[in-house]
Nanobody
Framework: VQLQASGGGLVQAGGSLRLSCAAS????????MGWYRQAPGKQRELVAT????????NYADSVKGRFTISRDNAKNTVYLQMNSLKPEDTAVYYC?????????WGLGTLVTVSS
């Protein structure tokens, strides 16, 4: 299984970006998919996750109301819409797919928010 993240870039504070995570196979092979991020000098942290069965979502408090995770089943792709971006959102964002006994990570995509 491969997860390909894209959509990062440089944006001004208050701007928006949409990240995409394309899975090489069906997203229904996962229990959940989500986004994590790692800022320089910090540990990787959860941003948002979505259960594949049922679609329930979970967000970090720091992004609630600004970020939205969604998916396109036909494209086997999960998205992260990021609005009202802040400089503290600057990080490498990683896509994750979780199965019962394994977790898969894509290469990160860099998001830089300038003040």
């Amino acid at each position: 299984v491969q997860l390909q993240a894209s959509g990062g870039g440089l944006v001004q504070a208050g701007g928006s970006l949409r990240l995409s995570c394309a899975a090489s196979g069906s997203i229904f092979s996962f229990i959940a998919m989500g986004w994590y991020r790692q800022a320089p000098g910090k540990q990787r942290e959860l941003v948002a996750t979505m259960a594949i069965d049922g679609g329930s979502t979970n967000y970090a408090d720091s992004v609630k109301g600004r970020f939205t995770i969604s998916r396109d089943n036909a494209k086997n792709t999960v998205y992260l819409q990021m609005n009202s971006l802040k400089p503290e959102d600057t990080a490498v964002y990683y896509c994750n797919g979780r199965r019962l006994l394994a977790s898969y990570w894509g290469l990160g995509t860099l998001v830089t928010v300038s003040s």
